[in-house]
């Protein structure tokens, strides 16, 4: 199947620290991305794990636990420029992207 | 990074009329170009995947004739909207990947509005 989740909204505080987490069910797997995408634009890539454990890159970090089907993208230092939506999506066997329906990141001063 | 362009940005056509979307990889040679769909507060939809120099590959449910896809070249794919309809109106998505990459990388997005 091409199961993948992940919540619909979240709310954090300009400077604080969020987890998104993601889900995913599937029997061919070739890697799990997370893009931001702002309102009314196309998304833009944030990460690529392919391998279990952290990948940090800069304020934004992605975390892969193949075993568990299990990635969360870290956000530090939340700016108000951070406010998107956040989609992951695993390759499958066929290296096509299978999508979440995205998380809604909303920063509040 | 590789850059993705499409054209035109926004587009609003009458009903019944045909409107084609252009999508160009600009530094890199696309294999395998994506359209997708996404309406609002929605996820992306992937309509279908064209690789160079062959036939689209149509997600189940979106129609092959209403839905052109021309990937002529390994710059260059387009999108034709034929006989659009009000429930056509989306934001229209391309990504481009080449042949040994992972990352797909996405154009700004068409808007499409049909009255």
């Known amino acids: 199947g091409q199961n993948i989740d992940q919540p619909t909204e979240m709310t954090a505080t300009e400077g604080a620290i969020v987890q998104i987490n993601c889900t995913y069910q599937?029997?061919?797997?070739?890697?799990l991305f997370w893009y931001q995408q702002h309102a009314g634009e196309a998304p833009t890539f944030l990460s690529y794990n392919v391998l279990d454990g952290l990948e940090e890159k800069g304020r934004f970090s992605s975390f892969l636990s193949r075993s568990k089907g299990y990635s969360y993208l870290l956000l530090k230092e939340l700016q108000m420029k951070d406010s998107a939506s956040y989609l992951c999506a695993y390759m499958d066997s066929n290296y096509q992207l299978i999508w979440g329906a995205g998380t809604k990141l909303i920063i509040k001063p | 990074g590789a850059v993705v362009s499409q054209h035109p940005s926004r587009v609003i056509c009458k009903s019944g009329t045909s409107v084609k979307i252009e999508c160009r990889s600009l530094?890199?040679?696309?294999?395998?170009m994506f359209w997708y769909r996404q309406f609002p507060k929605q996820s992306l939809m992937l309509m279908a995947t064209s690789n160079e120099g062959s036939k689209a590959t149509y997600e189940q449910g979106v129609e092959k004739d209403k839905f052109l896809i021309n990937h002529a070249s390994l710059t260059l794919s387009t999108l034709t909207v034929t006989s659009a309809h009000p429930e056509d109106s989306s934001f229209y998505i391309c990504?481009?990947?080449?042949?040994?990459?992972?990352?797909?990388?996405f154009g700004p997005g068409t808007r499409l509005t049909v009255t």
């Open positions: 530094d890199f040679q696309a294999t395998t």
């Open positions: 990504s481009a990947r080449g042949a040994a990459d992972y990352e797909q990388y």
């Open positions: 599937t029997s061919g797997f070739n890697g």
